[in-house]
């Protein structure tokens, strides 16, 4: 007995002493990493060369690059300072990270293969939202990005237009009962947090454009998916934190100390994906049970779409289950709140611009007649149901029943008429250049790489780099691509960049006819700009052409409105952070 405890203390003790050389090795190699990243690689960096400003040894430039609240004085303070090309700190002295508000040094870094979202961003976005496109790089996300390609051609948006114009009216009739009657108007307007309405709208958008889902968010937030999606979010807006971050170094933190955001997620993420299961295979059942070839399905939402394309012969085109699942995810998130957030931001920008909101209303007032007389002018109309479309901007007619999306000539009638409202086009440009839903983004540099530059970069050893040369970048290194600064650049849209000019959009000078939307950053441009554009512009015509007609906008008395920076932009009140995202506005009904 004694012999077989002893020879037990001995395996015990060798065992320890096993541990304790693990750990002395991965302390000894964590801190020859350490020593290496502070001490020995930073002289080497080729961006230490580059003007920009400078900090102390353990603090950074996120505020003044990331806070909407000091980034663009921050971005017009450095480039008078230091050029359209410098670098900046990002984890202390060390981290030498490039900026750049040249158009050349941008195009090469969003359209190389060589740059890269960096893993911990892929990694933050697929726990949300699984392996979507958003998360994805290289092969694998030119694969994805030509299988989900069919579901948001011109064609398949303009489908959809009934389904964006049907939600509109629904938020529209949630409305009225809640402000005043017009005769009150003028003394009782109804303070409405646009943000949080438009976003259950928007929500029931996504869900029959998308899958052919019905939330019923706008009239009751009960349904059992919407609640689990807008938990995770909510966890999402909050950001990574310590915790989070060091979890994507260290997996195993999540599962040793779960807290409640975790737990949140992890349930939400539960209840989407038992949901999407389900949804998935009564969609392939119903188009199966449907037609018996692939092409001769009826395109309808976007997961019908999806899975007519998974019928093809060839295994490239194919998603797996989750796979269309992750994809619907990612869709959902995008397709919802970032375009909820633009017609939010639009309605307060509305609202401070009094003399535009009218100038806009009346445009679209100014349709009724011409829409109403197309219409019934047509030799259709005997054949399908009415669209809806002449009622739909009359602040005065009874409300019609939702238009049947699956119409075609509805769907015809519903986005030639929004085509025929150019100031409404400016207008929605015009926000999306000045409110983009996301502030920045970032790119890694997966090698070494020279980035060609057409503006001169005054290097601190003095010397220039002058236009059509190159500067150097290492392997590793993080650029940093401010989309919400290249949007107020006055290199692009002159000196009142900042300022909502929507005749910008319907100037014939040289510069407006240049500044199309492919040199607004919202949508970013390249392999991975958002594939959803279109859907989002179309979504947005459709909203503020529906809620303007009927409803006033101005300002909440009293309230001051901020942005933050989490996943997207978001508003909120100042002095109120605890209360989250909100735009609260004063609605009145319009009174013609």
């Known amino acids: ?87 900046f700190h990002g984890f202390g002295k060390h981290d030498y990270r490039l900026m750049s508000f040249d158009q050349r040094v941008i195009s090469h870094v969003l359209n190389s293969p060589i740059y890269e979202k960096p893993w911990q961003t892929r990694l933050l976005l697929s726990r949300l939202l699984g392996r979507g496109i958003f998360a994805m790089e290289g092969e694998e996300h030119r694969i994805r990005r030509k299988l989900i390609g069919p579901a948001f051609t011109t064609q398949s948006i303009k489908a959809m237009t009934p389904v964006f114009f049907q939600k509109a009216e629904e938020l529209r009739d949630k409305w009225t009962p809640m402000i005043s009657t017009p005769s009150q108007a003028s003394s009782c307007p109804a303070s409405i947090d646009i943000s949080h309405w438009i976003s259950r709208a928007t929500f029931d958008v996504i869900g029959l454009a998308g899958f052919d889902y019905h939330f019923h968010s706008v009239h009751d937030e009960s349904e059992p998916v919407y609640l689990a999606y807008r938990r995770m979010f909510n966890v999402a807006d909050k950001g990574p934190g310590l915790k989070g971050l060091l979890s994507l170094f260290f997996p195993i933190i999540e599962t040793i100390f779960p807290d409640a955001d975790i737990r949140t997620r992890d349930e939400s993420l539960r209840v989407i994906h038992a949901a999407g299961k389900t949804l998935v295979a009564n969609k ?22 999806l899975i007519k394309q998974n019928l093809s012969e060839d295994p490239s085109k194919r998603l797996s289950d989750s796979d269309l699942l992750d994809q619907l995810s990612t869709f959902l998130f995008a397709g919802s709140d970032s ?18 909101q009218t100038r806009l209303r009346d445009e679209i007032l100014s349709l009724n007649i ?223």
């Not at 909407?68 to 300072?81: D, K, L, M």
């Not at 392939?284 to 779409?305: F, G, T, V």
């Open 1 to 87: 007995m004694s012999a077989l405890l002893n020879a037990l203390l001995d395996v015990l003790v060798m065992a320890l002493k096993a541990i304790v050389v693990v750990a002395l090795l991965l302390l000894a190699r964590g801190a020859i990493w350490l020593f290496n990243m502070l001490v020995v690689m930073p002289p080497f960096d080729p961006l230490r060369k580059l003007p920009g400003p400078d900090t102390g040894a353990l603090q950074n430039h996120f505020r003044e690059v990331m806070d909407p609240a000091v980034s663009p004085e921050t971005h017009e303070e450095w480039v008078g300072r230091y050029g359209k090309t410098f670098r």
């Open 284 to 305: 392939k059942a119903e188009i199966l049970a449907e037609k018996s070839s692939a092409q001769d399905i009826e395109d309808k939402d976007i997961l019908s779409l």
């Open 339 to 356: 375009t909820a957030l633009t017609i939010s931001y639009c309605l307060n920008i509305l609202a401070e611009n009094p003399e535009i």
């Open 370 to 592: 011409n829409s109403t007389a197309s219409v019934q002018s047509s030799p259709k109309e005997s054949e399908v149901p009415d669209s809806g479309f002449a009622e739909t901007f009359s602040p005065i007619a009874p409300v019609p029943p939702p238009p049947p999306p699956s119409t075609s000539y509805s769907a015809q009638a519903h986005s030639e008429a929004l085509d025929t409202l150019p100031y409404l086009d400016a207008v929605v440009r015009e926000t999306l250049r000045i409110c983009p839903t996301v502030h920045g983004t970032i790119r890694m540099a997966t090698q070494d790489d020279e980035i060609p530059i057409s503006h001169p970069v005054h290097m601190r050893d003095g010397r220039i780099v002058g236009k059509g040369e190159t500067i150097r970048i290492r392997k590793g290194s993080y650029i940093h691509v401010p989309i919400e600064g290249l949007n107020y650049s006055e290199e692009i849209w002159g000196k009142d960049a900042r300022t909502f000019n929507p005749d910008r959009w319907l100037s014939s000078s040289p510069r407006a006819l240049n500044a199309g939307l492919a040199n607004v950053m919202t949508f970013s441009f390249g392999p991975h700009s958002c594939p959803g554009w279109k859907f989002s512009v179309m979504e947005t015509k459709a909203f503020i052409a529906s809620l303007l007609p009927h409803f006033e906008f101005r300002p909440a008395e009293g309230v001051t409105i901020k942005k933050f920076n989490a996943i997207l932009t978001r508003p909120y009140v100042m002095d109120k952070w605890e209360e989250g995202t909100k735009l609260p506005l004063d609605v009145r009904p319009y009174v013609a």
